[in-house]
């Protein structure tokens, strides 16, 4: 069975500071990945996804992610940090065949002014 | 605009009782998903479904069942409530079936407490 691991459950970071999340996957084959971001009292939203074109993923609100295949590693990072980016961020993975989603435990990020 | 929607918000419940969450989405999307949100264990799938008529269960649906007799609702049923199945619940769609790399849109979640 397919796995994500993300490691921290909670990651703060002064405001302007890069934010690095990090994601591991567990999987026989190349998976399609994915990181959603949760703002608070809210429902998820996509980030970026990988889907096998480029490993460089570039998403919303200036985030990106490298796919890395040696590493099993699917990092989330944002070079300067803003207060709107505190939210919880989920890292998930899917088989290619099906639309089913295994989501990590979720990071919390905090944002010190 | 399309959009996905789940009523009630919040709902307090009394162990035993039947409860039934609402999911309606008009993206016109295929695929239906229910999930339950617990601190510590990140989005868990309950039930999901690829059409009309079909359903199946997830990682953790003991005690829950869907049915989908249109494209637009997704159900879910708690047949006799459990504390343990206080939690945050959230729907979410996706239009294409197979392939594995659609996004999910997500509802804005229903807040269950059962007592």
């Known amino acids: 069975a397919q796995s994500v691991t993300q490691l921290g459950s909670h990651v703060s970071v002064s405001e302007g500071a890069l934010v690095l999340l990090r994601c591991n996957y567990s999987?026989?084959?190349?998976?399609?990945l994915f990181w959603y971001v949760q703002y608070p009292n809210q429902g998820l939203q996509l980030l970026l996804k990988y889907t096998s074109a480029a490993t460089l993923v570039k998403g919303i609100n200036g985030f990106e992610a490298e796919f890395k295949k040696s590493e099993t590693s699917f990092h989330l990072t944002k070079p300067s940090a803003h207060m709107s980016d505190a939210a919880e961020y989920f890292c998930a993975v899917s088989d290619r065949g099906n639309e089913k989603l295994t989501f990590g435990t979720g990071t919390r990020l905090t944002i010190i002014p | 605009d399309a959009e996905i929607t789940q009523s009630p918000r919040h709902k307090i419940t009394e162990t035993g009782r039947q409860v039934t969450l609402a999911c309606h989405q008009t993206?016109?999307?295929?695929?239906m998903f229910w999930y339950r949100q617990d601190l510590g264990h990140g989005l868990r799938l309950i039930h999901y479904?690829?059409?009309?008529?079909?359903?199946n269960k997830g990682e953790v649906s003991d005690g829950y069942s869907v049915s989908r007799s249109n494209t637009e609702d997704l159900p879910l049923t708690l047949e006799s409530a459990a504390s343990s199945q206080t939690s945050v619940y959230f729907c979410a769609s996706s239009g294409r079936v197979g392939g594995g790399a659609d996004t999910q849109y997500f509802g804005p979640g229903t807040r269950l407490t059962v007592l």
């Open positions: 999987s026989s084959v190349p998976p399609y």
């Open positions: 479904s690829y059409g009309v008529h079909d359903t």
């Open positions: 993206w016109n999307h295929n695929n």
